[in-house]
């Protein structure tokens, strides 16, 4: 059997557009280093409305964020500052803690402007959960392409081509865009593999996958995607975790009593100020929509 289990994504509608959860969920926590898995849009935003996600805290993961359309200004309590667009990936790793803010482009507020991507945590590695926090981005990233299918390798090694971004530990992420009648092959090196249908249509060895939600691909099995009439894959993965992760919030860690300082710290302020976004915060919630258990 090519796909071993598909996680239905829960969405939130947050009004300008919709956000599809499918990790952490109660059948699955991870695919590989990935533990939050979200895929925002299409869709278009009107005039006077802008993506806003106010500064909020992190410990014990690493974001990746990575758009098709659109523009997000990302800014962090180390000071750093990068607008994101599409082909261009941005890495912040918590570790120890971090803060940061995502919102629209101030000269974008009063027009209509496109939101479409995705946003993913990876859990950090056993003796790395709590390292100095940092920030990249990268845009140079590779394109393998033939006629019918193109893939950009976000991070770790596909197709003989290895992306610069920092890997913790093992990790595979990528872009497949296929034309109609396109197919290509996914490696089968990485210990756990998914993918996740974002737009079009496409199937795995002729099975159809079903959009937006997330098919676990069975281990070592070399197999291929196809698309009759074109679409957008996500592949994403790596090396198996052994050591269980908790996500509460915004938190991810082996440790249940770090997670908890980690609550303290911020509704006590320990958490440092986001230089440029230091004016607004979201509270420490009472019921976190994400948690895994």
Same mark, same amino acid.
């Given at each position: 059997m090519t796909i071993l289990q598909t996680v239905q994504p829960v969405t939130h509608d947050l009004g300008a557009f919709q956000v599809r959860r499918v990790l952490p969920s109660p059948r699955r926590v991870m695919v590989g280093p990935f533990i939050f898995v979200d895929q925002f849009g299409p869709a278009i935003i009107p005039p006077g409305h802008a993506m806003d996600v106010r500064p909020h805290?992190? $410990?014990? =993961?690493?974001? /990746?964020?990575?758009?098709f359309e659109g523009a997000i200004d990302h800014r962090d309590s180390l000071g750093s500052f990068a607008t994101i667009r599409p082909g261009q990936v941005n890495l912040m790793t918590a570790g120890a803690g971090i803060v940061h803010s995502e919102r629209?482009? +101030?000269? %974008?507020?009063? &027009?209509?402007?496109? @939101?479409?991507? @995705? &946003?993913? #945590?990876?859990?950090l590695p056993d003796g790395q959960e709590d390292i100095a926090p940092a920030f990249e981005s990268h845009a140079d990233l590779p394109l393998v392409e033939d006629n019918c299918a193109s893939a950009r390798v976000i991070m770790g090694t596909l197709w003989g081509r290895t992306a610069a971004t920092t890997q913790h530990s093992? *990790?595979?992420?990528?872009?497949? /865009? =296929?034309?109609?009648?396109? *197919?290509?092959?996914?490696?089968? %090196?990485?210990?756990?593999?998914a993918v996740m249908l974002v737009g079009g249509e496409a199937s795995v060895d002729g099975v159809e996958l079903e959009l937006y939600s997330l098919a676990v691909l069975a281990p070592g099995a070399s197999v291929k995607l196809g698309s009759t009439l074109g679409g957008r894959? @996500?592949?994403?993965?790596? %090396?198996? !975790?052994? *050591?269980?992760?908790?996500? #509460?919030?915004? !938190? /991810?860690?082996?440790?249940?009593?770090? $997670?908890n300082q980690a609550k303290r710290d911020w509704d006590e302020g320990r !958490?440092?100020? /986001? +230089?440029?976004?230091?004016? %607004?915060?979201? +509270? =420490?919630? &009472?019921?976190? =929509? *994400?948690?895994?258990?």
């Open positions: 805290p992190h $410990i014990g =993961l690493a974001t /990746v964020t990575w758009l629209g482009l +101030p000269a %974008e507020r009063d &027009q209509p402007k496109p @939101m479409y991507g @995705m &946003q993913t #945590w990876l859990a093992a *990790t595979i992420y990528a872009e497949i /865009v =296929l034309a109609p009648g396109g *197919t290509l092959p996914i490696d089968a %090196e990485a210990d756990e593999r894959v @996500m592949l994403l993965g790596g %090396e198996a !975790f052994v *050591t269980p992760r908790h996500v #509460w919030w915004n !938190f /991810v860690h082996s440790s249940r009593d770090r $997670i !958490f440092p100020l /986001v +230089p440029g976004d230091a004016d %607004e915060f979201i +509270p =420490l919630p &009472q019921v976190p =929509l *994400t948690r895994s258990d």
